[in-house]
């Protein structure tokens, strides 16, 4: 699948690479649906003879083929919620050097990394690339709920039910972006939804 | 002098007021007839007496109904006060630096007896006299920055600094100009600000920045920034927008004058000597756009001002649908004459309106 391209953007926006196998004794990788292209895209044997899977298929059927590059430790998990005791408890016995790599939405990566470096990790020491869909993890600024896998603009917070639009501005602690009320200097007139990058 | 404090509101029917003494003092923050974002930045070193610039944390009119609003608004949202738990021992620096400086520059206003590490505080204005344990949380209401900022006027940021950055790892903002400290807590300098138009671009904060690390302990710095904001409201959070927002469709051509304030930030920058982190008072002062008129060096600046800034700046200040109404007030008080350099009204020098 071909990587999406995101327009340049305000400092805050984070920006992803392309993951590349580094040396180290032990490696983490956590990706969800099209994330796991980019595993398969690194993996050899050998980096797999060290690495720990975490992997939230989303409705993709990649899961068996991550299975079949014979990781050290492999976990499906049916979401990112259910899985996040999971990687903190792996993160807890990390040790120096390990490498984290994380791939697929941004909020997986933005949630996952928050993990990491709650660790301790250096972020140095963790990679991201993007696939897979572009929606985004939203936080609304006035109620302060999350709303997952946000594609359009603007959109309906799924807590207080404000028109919010979609903005740039990124909190790496949320791992999220910003929602403004779009209405507020005129009631009512909401635009149509379009999406993000429309 | 002793200041007479008014009691008043910045919510609901909005009885702020300045009285003239305020209007005179007023931070005008324009020292010339144009304005663009520029490293406007100087020591804070005192200034001319009575000025803001004179104590490194002024005390005004508004001292106590401010402290009043901000009560309300902590208690409606306590996110708006936050502190990362590496964070402590900044908050004791900042304590320490408010209490000291307020009780030197105002001793008829507050008292700071220490004796070891027992400091007895005692804030007349607001009616505090509290007997503490220096570097003891458990001796407070409230921890070390919360208990002083719920005291002092304006919000503040308070810095840590590591690898080469400053960090937003702490803060009280119950008045600012339409950011969120609960989004921002934990970003670094050029992360918070990434929203600004047209300041990246021109290298202002790498310049800033570099000029905020070499900040040294007992030598603060200042400079001032602005925005509009329609009835004197000091809340204009993102997360109260949705209820506030509305009010900026309320302005008419009569009322502009008495609603329209011109939000003026007086920003300083303090070293802190336990932590190394540095904190930023961000003090908010409102003025309409009537009071300011009775300067006239200050309205023909201020219109040919709002009449040239570049539509960027009028949009993410949030005034670009009012700027019309605006200027068709505004315009009124200028009359074409040239105006004094300096942000300073001279009002006893500069001439009358010609028209
Ligand atoms: C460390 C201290 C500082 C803190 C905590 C701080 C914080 C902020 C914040 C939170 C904003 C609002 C951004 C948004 O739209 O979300 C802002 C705006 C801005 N800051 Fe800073 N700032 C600091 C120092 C400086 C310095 C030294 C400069 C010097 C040039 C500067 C220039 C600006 C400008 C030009 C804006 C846009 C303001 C406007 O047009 O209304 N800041 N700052």
Same mark, same amino acid.
């Given at each position: 699948m071909s990587k999406f391209e995101f327009p340049p953007s305000i400092k805050s926006r984070p920006v992803y690479g392309t993951l590349e196998a580094r040396p180290g004794k032990g490696h983490l990788m956590i990706a969800d649906a099209d994330g796991a292209e980019a595993i398969m895209d690194i993996a050899t044997p050998d980096l797999m003879a060290q690495t720990h899977i975490i992997?939230?298929?989303?409705?993709? !059927?990649?899961?068996?083929? *991550?299975?079949?590059?014979?990781?050290?430790?492999?976990?499906?998990?049916?979401?990112?919620?259910?899985?996040?005791?999971?990687?903190?408890?792996?993160?807890? !016995?990390?040790?120096?050097? *390990?490498q984290v790599y994380l791939a697929g939405t941004e909020g997986l990566m933005g949630q996952a990394q928050n993990e990491a470096m709650m660790a301790g990790i250096p972020h140095t020491a963790i990679q991201t690339e993007h696939r897979g869909s572009t929606a985004r993890r939203m936080q609304c600024v006035h109620c302060k709920g999350i709303t997952e896998d946000v594609e359009t603009d603007p959109f309906v917070c799924s807590h207080c039910g404000l028109n919010l639009f979609v903005r740039d501005h990124y909190s790496r602690r949320l791992a999220a972006y910003q929602g403004v009320c779009i209405d507020a200097e005129d009631p009512g007139n909401v635009p149509a939804p379009k999406g993000i990058y429309e | 002098m002793t200041i007479q404090f008014n009691d008043e509101?910045?919510?609901?029917?909005?009885?702020?007021?300045?009285?003239?003494?305020?209007?005179?003092?007023?931070?005008?923050p324009f020292h010339e007839d144009s304005y663009m974002y520029a490293v406007n930045m100087e020591q804070h070193r005192g200034g001319p007496e009575g000025s803001v610039y004179e104590k490194r944390f002024d005390v005004d009119e508004h001292y106590i109904s401010e402290m009043r609003d901000r009560a309300m608004v902590l208690a409606d949202d306590p996110l708006r006060c936050q502190s990362l738990p590496h964070m402590t021992l900044a908050g004791w620096d900042l304590l320490e630096?408010?209490?000291?400086?307020?009780?030197?520059?105002?001793?008829?206003?507050?008292?700071?007896?220490?004796?070891?590490?027992?400091?007895?505080?005692?804030?007349?204005?607001?009616?505090?006299?509290?007997?503490?344990?220096?570097?003891?949380?458990?001796?407070?209401?409230?921890?070390?920055?919360?208990?002083?900022?719920?005291?002092?006027?304006?919000d503040f940021c308070v810095l840590d600094q590591r690898?080469?950055?400053?960090?937003?790892?702490?803060?009280?903002?119950?008045?600012?100009?339409?950011?969120?400290?609960?989004?921002?807590?934990?970003?670094?300098?050029?992360?918070?600000?990434?929203?600004?138009?047209?300041?990246?671009?021109?290298?202002?904060?790498?310049?800033?920045?570099?000029?905020?690390?070499?900040?040294?302990?007992?030598?603060?710095?200042?400079?001032?920034?602005?925005?509009?904001?329609?009835?004197?409201?000091?809340?204009?959070?993102?997360?109260?927008?949705?209820?506030?927002?509305?009010?900026?469709?309320?302005?008419?051509?009569?009322?502009?004058?008495?609603?329209?304030?011109?939000?003026?930030?007086?920003?300083?920058?303090?070293?802190?000597?336990?932590?190394?982190?540095?904190?930023f008072p961000i003090r908010c002062y409102l003025c309409s756009f009537q009071d300011l008129m009775t300067m006239p060096k200050w309205g023909r600046r201020l219109h040919r001002v709002v009449r040239d800034l570049p539509v960027e700046l009028a949009t993410y200040k949030g005034f670009i649908?009012?700027?019309?109404?605006?200027?068709?007030?505004?315009?009124?008080?200028?009359?074409?004459?040239?105006?004094?350099?300096?942000?300073?009204?001279?009002f006893d020098t500069e001439p009358a309106l010609q028209k």
């Amino acid at each position: 699948m071909s990587k999406f391209e995101f327009p340049p953007s305000i400092k805050s926006r984070p920006v992803y690479g392309t993951l590349e196998a580094r040396p180290g004794k032990g490696h983490l990788m956590i990706a969800d649906a099209d994330g796991a292209e980019a595993i398969m895209d690194i993996a050899t044997p050998d980096l797999m003879a060290q690495t720990h899977i975490i992997y939230i298929p989303r409705g993709t !059927d990649f899961a068996d083929k *991550l299975r079949s590059l014979n990781p050290a430790q492999f976990y499906e998990g049916p979401t990112y919620a259910a899985s996040v005791s999971r990687i903190r408890r792996v993160l807890q !016995d990390a040790h120096m050097g *390990l490498q984290v790599y994380l791939a697929g939405t941004e909020g997986l990566m933005g949630q996952a990394q928050n993990e990491a470096m709650m660790a301790g990790i250096p972020h140095t020491a963790i990679q991201t690339e993007h696939r897979g869909s572009t929606a985004r993890r939203m936080q609304c600024v006035h109620c302060k709920g999350i709303t997952e896998d946000v594609e359009t603009d603007p959109f309906v917070c799924s807590h207080c039910g404000l028109n919010l639009f979609v903005r740039d501005h990124y909190s790496r602690r949320l791992a999220a972006y910003q929602g403004v009320c779009i209405d507020a200097e005129d009631p009512g007139n909401v635009p149509a939804p379009k999406g993000i990058y429309e | 002098m002793t200041i007479q404090f008014n009691d008043e509101t910045f919510r609901d029917d909005y009885s702020f007021h300045n009285s003239d003494w305020a209007i005179k003092r007023f931070p005008f923050p324009f020292h010339e007839d144009s304005y663009m974002y520029a490293v406007n930045m100087e020591q804070h070193r005192g200034g001319p007496e009575g000025s803001v610039y004179e104590k490194r944390f002024d005390v005004d009119e508004h001292y106590i109904s401010e402290m009043r609003d901000r009560a309300m608004v902590l208690a409606d949202d306590p996110l708006r006060c936050q502190s990362l738990p590496h964070m402590t021992l900044a908050g004791w620096d900042l304590l320490e630096l408010i209490m000291v400086s307020k009780s030197e520059d105002y001793p008829d206003l507050f008292e700071l007896h220490r004796d070891g590490d027992t400091w007895r505080w005692i804030n007349k204005p607001l009616g505090i006299d509290d007997t503490f344990t220096f570097l003891d949380e458990t001796t407070l209401p409230y921890g070390p920055m919360e208990y002083i900022t719920r005291q002092t006027q304006g919000d503040f940021c308070v810095l840590d600094q590591r690898d080469g950055n400053l960090w937003m790892d702490a803060g009280t903002v119950t008045t600012q100009a339409d950011w969120s400290l609960d989004f921002d807590i934990g970003m670094n300098f050029f992360e918070w600000h990434a929203p600004v138009p047209l300041a990246h671009e021109k290298g202002i904060f790498e310049r800033a920045l570099k000029f905020l690390l070499n900040i040294q302990q007992g030598a603060p710095a200042r400079r001032l920034n602005w925005t509009m904001t329609v009835n004197p409201l000091l809340d204009t959070s993102p997360e109260n927008y949705h209820k506030w927002g509305v009010q900026k469709t309320t302005l008419t051509p009569e009322n502009i004058g008495a609603k329209q304030h011109l939000r003026v930030e007086l920003q300083t920058f303090f070293r802190l000597p336990r932590s190394n982190g540095l904190v930023f008072p961000i003090r908010c002062y409102l003025c309409s756009f009537q009071d300011l008129m009775t300067m006239p060096k200050w309205g023909r600046r201020l219109h040919r001002v709002v009449r040239d800034l570049p539509v960027e700046l009028a949009t993410y200040k949030g005034f670009i649908d009012n700027r019309p109404m605006m200027l068709d007030y505004l315009s009124q008080f200028d009359d074409g004459l040239p105006t004094s350099p300096g942000i300073f009204p001279d009002f006893d020098t500069e001439p009358a309106l010609q028209k």
